[in-house]
């Protein structure tokens, strides 16, 4: 976890773009005990949002449709990853079924 001052370095903004970002909820430090502090993705996505704005010329509209279409892809990975992991733990005879239940959706209708 990064400390306030260390991420501001780190991510290249002044302490008021960051404090801008957290009140419009595009960053979300972790503030359970003391002082926040932020974590590698909340650098990662504050590098993003910087580039987005800076280098692209995306408006405050823009990031925020696009930080929440990435929110949404990464909550997908997730809950597939999730289900993956519950079907690996079904026995191989229900595994197939499902399996070809998904062949039989992908393809075509036959007229």
Known sequence: ?????EFCLRAELEGSVV?????????IPETTEGPRRFSEADLARA??????????????????IILDLLDQV?????????????????????RVRIQEELRARRRPAQV
């Open 19 to 27: 404090e801008a970002w957290v009140a419009a909820g595009w960053l």
């Open 74 to 94: 990464h909550g997908l990975r997730r809950s597939l990853r999730e289900l993956s992991e519950a079907l690996s733990a079904l026995p191989e005879t229900t």
């Open 1 to 5: 976890m990064l400390e306030y001052q």
């Open 47 to 64: 590098r993003l949002i910087r580039d987005l704005h800076e280098d692209l010329g995306v408006n405050d509209e823009g990031i925020a």
